[in-house]
């Protein structure tokens, strides 16, 4: 059986990697190789442990030693592990880079002394920056602006250093924003619903004019399993959607789906120290391949709400007792 390593699989986008591999796979082992920060939550894989084929190691990717035990004999590892909330970054910045910076470091040092046949390395939009109009490609110069994504990109430079000095075979993917259940309710989408669900009001950074494209984490996980048999080594690729709103748009998306008004339920509170006006992405490489991504957020919203009204004492310590 081949064994597919995927770090960060306990998190939101990782375990959707996991669920993908499990459904579409039958003939591959999945180590999920994972801190468990408070952003890794056993619950997220729970439903797989019992199969034989799912193993966890709880280990730091910063950690040489854990990270050659993971990769040993691997046949893909898949790098989602990271510190991923942008307003946390402002505050430990150092965080970001020891797990996102150092973190992949280690872990591709530890994958080029195995051997790791295919590596694919998940990286986010945000490491072009702004982008106020029309759509960048892969080629596109990086311009990060916070924390988060200055690690992210400072992380794709260590690898450009192991594909071409190296040949490690590596591939980097760009997302879109994220959504999907099992997403910890720092981000937006997730906040505004536990928000509604325990009758708290959506806090809204400074104008709520900011826009950002928002991939269903569904279609995520198929793009990187796709990529992971279709693409080609040293070559970077955005995965995205067509789905932009502002974060007024969302707010009015989710009290819709309450029978509320926006205006009726939102507060406008201090924006971040930065907040890029927009992100956006072309992804036309990967739709030249055969990839389109199939969910949309409104079609969405419904299966979301069902979901975290079902787990919402998960979050207990966010959102404890209803306001
Ligand atoms: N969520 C998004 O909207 C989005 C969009 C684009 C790209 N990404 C990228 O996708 C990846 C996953 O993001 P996510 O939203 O699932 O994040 P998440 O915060 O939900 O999960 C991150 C996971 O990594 C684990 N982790 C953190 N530090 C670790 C360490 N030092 N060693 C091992 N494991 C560690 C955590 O325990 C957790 O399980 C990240 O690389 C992120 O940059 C996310």
């Known amino acids: 059986m081949r064994k597919i390593v995927v770090t960060g699989g306990a998190g939101f986008a990782g375990s959707h990697i996991v669920d993908e591999l499990c459904r579409t796979r039958p003939d591959v082992r999945v180590l999920v190789f994972d801190k468990m920060t408070y952003a890794g939550d056993v619950r997220n894989i729970a439903h797989h442990l019992l199969e034989d084929r799912i193993g966890l190691l709880v280990g730091d990717v910063a950690h040489l030693d854990a990270c050659r035990r993971a990769v040993e004999g691997a ?77 992210k990109a400072a992380a794709e430079m260590i690898l450009r250093g192991y594909i071409q000095s190296y040949r490690v075979p590596i591939l980097i993917v760009r997302a879109n924003n994220l959504y999907g259940v099992r997403q910890y309710p720092e981000k937006i989408i997730p906040r505004f619903l536990c928000h509604m669900l325990t009758g708290r009001r959506l806090p809204i950074h400074g104008s709520g004019c900011n826009r950002r494209h928002y991939l269903s984490t569904t279609d995520f996980a198929r793009a990187i399993l796709f990529l992971a048999e279709r693409g080609e080594v040293g070559e970077t690729y955005n995965i995205g959607t067509e789905e932009e709103y502002t974060n007024l748009e969302v707010a009015g998306i989710v009290a819709a789906h309450f029978g509320k008004r926006p205006e009726e339920v939102i507060d406008h509170v201090a924006d971040r120290p930065f907040n890029d006006a927009r992100y956006s992405i072309s992804w036309s490489k990967l739709a030249a391949m055969g990839w389109r991504p199939e969910n949309r957020l409104r079609d969405d919203i419904g299966r979301l709400t069902q979901w975290y009204s079902e787990n919402l004492n998960r979050y207990s310590d966010l959102f404890g007792a209803p306001a």
């Not at 505050?91 to 910076?101: A, C, H, P, Y």
């Not at 973190?103 to 072009?128: F, K, N, W």
């Not at 920056?129 to 916070?146: F, K, Y």
Request: with cysteine.
């Open 75 to 151: 046949d893909l590892v898949i790098h989602a592990a990271a510190e991923s909330h942008v307003d946390h970054s402002f505050g430990n910045s150092l965080e970001f880079t020891r797990t996102n910076v150092l973190g992949t470091h280690t872990l591709m040092e530890a994958c080029r002394q195995a051997g790791v046949p295919r590596i694919i390395h998940v990286s986010t939009d945000e490491v072009y920056g702004e982008v106020m109009s029309g759509a960048v490609d892969e080629q596109t110069i990086l311009r990060p602006t916070n924390p988060y994504s200055s690690s």
